[in-house]
């Protein structure tokens, strides 16, 4: 990955909930994710990738102050200048995955 870069955070009382950092999108049991508020996630790579598939699912580090569902409707855009961007799809429903141990 070259680049990744996100619009404003989402904050409660002065703690950020999902700060943007990419490793942070590696958890299995969504406790840490990238949350921002009525804004973008940008993740600019070094070539041109292909991609089959991708999996989103809602954060759920702290329901209280930022629900699952808080996702839903966001969309999938894709570029190679970032001045023309074309759709992909959208995220209609994102679910709460439980964790049991």
Not at 13 to 30: I, S
Not at 64 to 85: E, Q
Request: charged content about 20%.
């Amino acid at each position: 990955m070259k680049s990744f870069e996100s619009s404003t955070l989402y904050s409660v009382k002065g703690k950020t909930y999902a700060p943007p950092h990419v490793d942070n999108l590696n958890d299995y049991y969504l406790k840490t994710g990238i949350c921002v508020e009525k804004g973008w996630i940008l993740f600019e790579f070094v070539f041109e990738l292909f991609f089959n598939e991708i999996e989103i699912s809602g954060f759920i580090g702290d329901s209280t102050n930022w629900p699952s569902i808080w996702g839903n409707g966001a969309k999938v855009l894709t570029s190679r200048d970032k001045i023309n961007w074309h759709r992909l799809g959208q995220f209609l429903i994102l679910l709460e995955l439980i964790y049991r141990e």
